[in-house]
């Protein structure tokens, strides 16, 4: 049985970053705090939690104070920042970049499109934490859609600023930004503005070449991860026979009868040594007669 690890799954700069940060903090003692999941993944989740780092709500701020905090990479509303300094918290801000970056857009958008009586849309998750962070970077409300259906949502009598959460597919912002200007009453009004980070989207083309290499393909992510769902999808349409596991005790022997090839792939959100003991674990199976 021949088991490669794709080279190019796997954690991105912005997790990177995140978990770097806590692992600095975690090494000056004491535990650290995390605003919600760091990573979208349980079993680095709980390595970590063993280093000491606790997972908490934003309503279970007020129990931590004088304490620290981490803003995960997905990033916060101003409001989180506000009661973190009310509460004499130290914050660890560890926002993603690109998530930053797209944070101060969507202010931006918001500036263009009062005077105009626009609109700001997001293609996003509703809930997700990093479109929460976008939504509430204004009080002005931002519209959310997820598809198609929720253009229904949308004035086209009205100027749009289109922008997406930085893990969606290119495909499908594609896909809207042009269904929203032939729907506009005047397309010139429909502003569409790329914010895709190209570190996640670039694995797509990436994946449906490596998972069309093999008989069977294994994905690895976090149940919690919108960017797994995401890829994980391309995988499979490249290649049927893909399974997604959070971890190696959800594999199964029967994925393998017949086959002489496994691709292991992830999320940005997957470490490469949960992959690596998944390719273990295959390895195991299908060794046995």
Known sequence: MRIEIDDKSGFCFGVVRAITEAEKALAEGGTVHSLGDIVHNRIEVQRLERLGLRTVTHDEMPAIAG???????????????????????????????????????????????????????????????EVVGLTGQVEEPTIVIENADDLRTIDFARPIHFLSQTTQSIALFEALGTEMKRR???????????????????????????AARFDVVIFVCGRKSSNGKVLSEVCRSANPKTHVVEEPDEIEASWFEGTGSVGICGATSTPKWLMQEVARAVGEITKKP
Do not use: S, W
């Open 67 to 129: 304490g620290r905090l981490l803003i995960r990479a997905h990033g916060e509303p101003p409001t989180t920042y506000a009661e973190a300094e009310r509460l004499g918290i130290r914050v660890i801000d560890a926002t993603c970049p690109v998530v930053a970056r797209l944070q101060r857009r969507v202010m931006q958008a918001h500036e263009q499109m009062g005077p105009v009586g626009g609109q700001v849309v997001i293609l996003g998750k509703r809930g997700h934490a």
């Open 184 to 210: 506009a009453a005047d397309p010139g009004q429909v502003r569409i503005d790329d914010t895709i980070c190209r570190q996640v989207a670039n694995r797509e083309q990436h994946l449906t070449e490596f």
